[in-house]
């Protein structure tokens, strides 16, 4: 967006504190806020203050009143990354005010080609297959990610196994393998930072077998097994110092981002609540993704991702091929919107 119009500011909005905390000083934007709650007068309050050109929403990202009031100012509105399911209310007999929604949005990019097909059951055309755009993002992560000196001091040549973006339930398993393990090293990284939640996560490992990052980024490693990370916005680099990764969430709401990990190929092991994402499907099909439902079935994923050294390799050989193949979103959808 910068490249194709430099003379515009640009502003990035967010509703959850993770997103708002990784991104709150990014370079790419000159302003990053909260997006208001979704009411009208917060929506034309917001609208009128920043005076967009147009605005792009990202995949689940539909706000009733920001899209009317974008609508009504006559404001392009894009949505990108898109995916649809025919059990999502607009398909209902019901949503009658979501699909008037929809109808709000100047173009959509989806994901797949069943996602247009469903919105054509709504008439709606104005759509393309363009990608999913994280696809763009970790990859180009992947080809240059930012070197952590004091990661690769823990590694010290050690197998690594990191656990990203997990919750109490994922931190109760990783223990269990950290136990299983005692050769390889761990590095966890909790989506919640707070000084109770990492110290709830410690007392689960073996006494004196963990660290915090913030204590060894200036301090040399004395041989820890695990490192917690106490801090956010690190995480997608970390998996170039990896060689399997356990994405947590999978036992509450949803899985968290698999595709960093698996753009570095790193076998990605998840819990049983993934079936909202596509790329956990594609993951699976691929036998390079593997949902686990117990600690018996974590164990037995792991066993064999370390044992069977054939099917370890082209499980990292199919993430890449897999990632690499889907890029190319970010381009479709600029050459789209600069027409």
Same mark, same amino acid.
């Given at each position: ?35 208001? @709650? ?182 040399? $490693? ?36 698999? @595709? ?22 594609? @993951? ?16 037995? $994923? ?16 199919? @993430? ?20």
């Amino acid at each position: 967006m910068r490249t194709l119009y430099p003379g515009n500011k640009i502003v990035i909005t967010f509703f959850s504190p993770s997103g708002y905390e990784i991104r709150k000083n990014t370079p790419l934007a000159d302003a990053v806020y909260y997006l208001p @709650l979704d009411t009208p007068q917060n929506a034309k309050d917001f609208i009128a203050t920043i005076q967009p050109k147009m605005a792009i929403f990202t995949k689940y990202e539909y706000w009733y009143h920001f899209f009317k009031e974008l609508h009504h100012r006559e404001i392009p509105l894009y949505l990108i990354s898109g995916i649809f399911r025919p059990g999502q209310v607009f398909f209902k007999w019901y949503g009658g005010l979501h699909r008037q929604m929809l109808g709000f949005v100047r173009w959509f990019f989806v994901q797949d080609e069943r996602s247009m097909a469903l919105l054509r059951q709504l008439n709606i055309n104005n759509v393309t297959v363009s990608g999913d755009t994280r696809f763009d993002r970790v990859w180009a992560n992947a080809q240059q990610p930012k070197s952590i000196p004091a990661i690769h001091e823990f590694k010290n040549g050690h197998k690594v196994f990191i656990a990203g973006s997990t919750w109490p339930p994922d931190e109760k398993l990783i223990a269990t393998l950290v136990k299983q393990y005692p050769e390889w090293k761990f590095i966890i990284a909790p989506h919640e930072i707070s000084e109770e939640k990492i110290k709830s996560l410690a007392q689960l490992l073996p006494a004196g077998s963990a660290i915090r990052y913030s204590q060894i980024a200036n301090a040399p $490693v004395l041989g820890e097994q695990t490192l917690i990370i106490d801090n956010i916005g690190m995480l997608s680099s970390l998996y170039q110092y990896g060689d399997i990764a356990y994405i947590g969430g999978g036992f509450g709401a949803g899985i968290h981002n698999t @595709l960093e990990a698996a753009a570095f190929g790193l076998p990605v092991i998840f819990g049983p609540e993934y079936s909202k994402f596509k790329e956990a499907h594609d @993951l699976i099909g691929l036998q390079a993704g593997f949902s686990i439902a117990s600690e018996a079935e974590l164990i037995t $994923v792991t066993n064999k991702l370390v044992n069977d050294p054939i099917f370890y390799a082209n499980a990292g050989k199919a @993430l890449t091929t897999y990632v690499k193949k889907l890029t190319g979103a970010t381009a479709t959808i600029m050459n789209f919107i600069k027409k």
